[in-house]
């Protein structure tokens, strides 16, 4: 395991997310041990490792969906005991209601939390329009490609209005060009919404593209070996991120340390 | 056209039966068996003179009772054991057993315990019915996607939310398939049990025409009860439609 690099440390002042020494163990297998990990406020913290190396187990985790076996999370300074309203989730498979509307499933979040209908469609609309899928409210799931459903996953997120979203490889089911879309539009999402956001990828280009730190998980028992924050190329526009020097640097460093664990 | 296009094929696969049926019966395959034209007269007949309507009043009681225990005892039972981890292996067995058992053979035994009145013939119905109602709530219940309850837990779902508004629409196409097979167990039921208890109603015009070689009338019944069946399995389906209206607009699987 490399030490961690004195330059790509950086204090960190103000946690949106705090993971305090968490372990998970699922019956025999130690899936997390002993991790902490801190979260600023209002940037994108992306959670990179080989399969198996507990990084959905970690959101699952935070999102209160799966209890710690030790450990404490801490989300604006308050502990997390279960799924609570400054978070919401975007899920891997979606996670659409095959029965509903693009318009009631985008809702469906307010309408949980006991939202009047009117006031709930009126914001989800909003959202629906802000990912790009304005016209396509009443239709219903299987009629959308597979980056569209996850266009819907990602307003019914945005649309409780959560401090803190957890996005599940959210784009790992679609398209290449469909997911180089879907990071630009990230990009400007984070800029736009001033929130927090933690993105599980097993991409490394992926995470070295959208995130303002890197946090490179090692599998069995999984722990955090290495954090990274990008520094030049944050500010660039889009279309040069790809051919920043340090983008590369970094993009091989990242392969050179998981490599190993590739099976 | 192509909007009646089901509607056209319904109708074609109806007139090459009834024209096979006919036409059967005109050869004739067996003494026994009348032509179309002659059972749907004797149908009219017995319409006309409200012989049939005063069957199906008898018939309808344990059909209309038996389906209706089953069906919401049957669902209600099928959501308990589909939600609780515990009580599955105890009574799936009885379900199972229930739904393989040869229904005639314990006859006798119903009879003997509940005598050969109403309780006797719903009893019959609903040994016929339930099972598969409840069978299939139990499974369409268990195999709801884990990832859409998931999902409604992390927004903030309580548990009634979760049964109401992910595991039963989720659930509900196996749902009413079960009800569906259920329902057309339990007109088979509700046959069996006036040919094999008492004859009455619809059973007592099979067994009397028979008995009196009238084959016509007896064919004219047992059409009869199909064709019931078959209307109220429509309705049915419509009940479906309005109920969980984008379950027939496909799942998005993937």
Not at chain 1, 84 to 102: E, H, I, Y
Not at chain 1, 163 to 180: G, H, I, K, M, Y
Not at chain 1, 224 to 238: L, N, Q, T, Y
Not at chain 2, 193 to 201: D, W, Y
Request: aromatic fraction near 8%; charge should be neutral.
């Amino acid at each position: 395991m490399q030490p961690i690099k004195p330059e790509t440390r950086q204090a960190v002042t103000d946690s949106a997310v705090s993971v305090r020494n968490v372990s998970k163990v699922y019956g025999d297998v130690q899936a997390l041990k002993d991790l902490t990990l801190e979260f600023p406020r209002g940037e994108l913290t992306s959670l990179l490792g080989p399969s198996g190396c507990g990084k959905t187990t970690l959101l699952k985790i935070i999102a209160g969906l799966l209890p710690a076996t030790s450990g404490e999370i801490e989300v604006n300074g308050q502990k997390v005991t279960g799924p609570g309203p400054d978070r919401s989730f975007v899920f891997q498979d979606f996670a659409l209601l095959p029965w509903a509307s693009v318009l009631r499933n985008v809702a469906f979040g307010l309408e949980l939390r006991g939202v009047a209908k009117s006031e709930r469609e009126a914001i989800a609309e909003k959202y629906i329009r802000e990912v790009g899928l304005a016209g396509f409210e009443k239709k219903f799931p299987h009629q959308l490609s597979g980056g569209m459903r996850q266009r819907v996953g990602l307003a019914r997120a945005l649309s409780v209005n959560a401090q803190v979203l957890l996005l599940d490889e959210p784009f790992s089911a679609v398209d290449e060009q469909t997911r180089r879309k879907f990071q630009e539009d990230l990009l400007q999402l984070v800029k736009n919404e001033k929130k927090t956001f933690i993105f599980v990828t097993h991409s490394i280009e992926e995470a070295v593209y959208v995130s303002d730190q890197i946090a490179i998980l090692l599998p069995r028992p999984s722990r955090v070996s290495e954090i990274i924050r990008p520094s030049s190329f944050r500010d660039k526009s889009v279309d040069n991120i790809r051919r920043d020097p340090e983008y590369l640097d970094i993009v091989d460093r990242i392969w050179a340390s998981l490599r190993s664990y590739v099976e | 056209m192509t909007r009646h296009r089901p509607l056209l094929l319904k109708l074609l696969s109806a007139l090459i039966v009834f024209g096979a049926w006919e036409i059967a019966g005109r050869i004739p395959v067996s003494y026994a068996f009348p032509t179309f034209l002659d059972s749907m007269a004797a149908l009219a007949r017995m319409t006309f003179d409200g012989s049939i309507f005063v069957a199906y009043a008898e018939t309808l009681q344990p059909l209309v009772v038996g389906v209706a225990i089953s069906a919401v005892f049957g669902i209600g039972l099928g959501l308990w054991i589909g939600l609780s981890k515990g009580f599955e292996w105890l009574f799936s067995p009885i379900f199972i057993v229930m739904q393989a058992a040869p229904l005639a053979a314990l006859i006798p035994i119903l009879v003997m315990v509940y005598g050969i009145g109403l309780t006797s013939k719903v009893f019959v119905v609903c040994i016929m019915a339930m099972p598969v109602i409840v069978l299939n709530t139990a499974s369409a219940v268990r195999n709801t996607p884990a990832s859409l309850k998931e999902m409604a837990t992390s927004f903030l779902a309580r548990d009634r939310d979760v049964l109401l508004k992910i595991i039963l629409p989720a659930a509900s196409p196996v749902i009413f398939s079960g009800l569906r097979l259920g329902v057309s167990a339990g007109f088979i039921g509700a046959i069996l049990s006036e040919l094999k208890i008492t004859p009455t109603g619809v059973g007592d015009i099979i067994t009397y025409s028979r008995s009196i070689a009238d084959y016509p009338s007896m064919y004219a019944a047992i059409f009869s009860i199909i064709l019931l069946a078959v209307i109220f399995l429509n309705l049915l389906e419509k009940l479906e439609n309005v109920l969980f209206e984008g379950n027939n607009r496909g799942y998005a699987a993937d």
